[in-house]
């Protein structure tokens, strides 16, 4: 049982590059959601996906897009790299709404140059 | 004023010490409290949840004060591998659905 499985690992960018963070789960979870960390801040919510078909902006969503491709995948672009986002991102999923168990994924370490 | 809020430390406790952690929240309409654990490089993994009550799970205890918005996690006995990051998490309302807030975590360095 893979859980949350999220790619790539590492991932370096030049300013102005785009990329794709993939995240898949296999625990038929309904709620996805992304997270940065950044050194002395806690993990932030970028956007999260409460159930298939349906995203929500969290604490810092400008410069990102998401998309809930189905029940299993949800994926995070940046579509113009910036310095300031350099960071460690995190995909999680719960089973339901409310529950406090988290599953992550083991993280995207980005630099952008 | 965070949310939520951590000392970062590093605590640095010998094999065998009982160490406690704070944790302040902002929202006292807060309902949920938890305690999650992230090793270097590491995802989070949840710890314990933080009842009203307290509680317990084996050398951890969990207690929450809601008069002064603080949770608390006590580590009794502690070992080399309770070295970690422990991160305080709270869902701020009912409003708030599931969107949870996390700290920035304290290290807890166990030394033998």
């Known amino acids: 049982n893979a859980g949350v499985t999220q790619t790539p690992k590492f991932q370096v960018l030049k300013t102005g590059q785009s990329m794709t963070l993939q995240c898949a789960q296999d625990m038929n979870h309904n709620s996805m959601y992304w997270y940065r960390q950044d050194p002395g801040m806690g993990l932030r919510l970028i956007y999260y996906?409460?159930?298939?078909?349906?995203?929500d902006k969290g604490e810092v969503p400008n410069g990102y897009n998401v998309s809930r491709l189905n029940k299993r995948e949800f994926s995070l672009r940046l579509e113009s790299a910036a310095p300031s986002q350099t960071s460690v991102y995190f995909c999680?999923?719960?089973?339901?709404?409310?529950?406090?168990?988290?599953?992550f994924g083991s993280g995207t370490q980005l630099s952008v140059l | 004023r965070k949310e939520v809020e951590q000392d970062p430390g590093p605590f640095n406790v010998p094999e065998g010490a009982t160490v406690a952690f704070n944790c302040t929240y902002s929202?006292?309409?807060?309902?949920?409290f938890f305690w999650y654990r992230q090793d270097c490089r590491k995802e989070p993994k949840l710890l314990m949840s933080?009842?009203?009550s307290g509680n317990e799970d084996g050398r951890f205890t969990a207690q929450l004060n809601r008069a002064s918005q603080y949770i608390s996690l006590l580590i009794r006995d502690s070992k080399l591998s309770d070295s970690a990051t422990y991160l305080c998490?709270?869902?701020?309302?009912?409003?708030?659905?599931?969107?949870?807030?996390f700290g920035a975590g304290t290290i807890l360095r166990v030394k033998s």
């Open positions: 999680a999923s719960t089973s339901n709404r409310g529950s406090e168990k988290l599953f």
């Open positions: 933080v009842y009203s």
């Open positions: 929202n006292s309409a807060s309902q949920s």
């Open positions: 996906s409460a159930s298939e078909g349906t995203t």
């Open positions: 998490v709270v869902t701020p309302s009912l409003e708030y659905g599931n969107k949870l807030v």
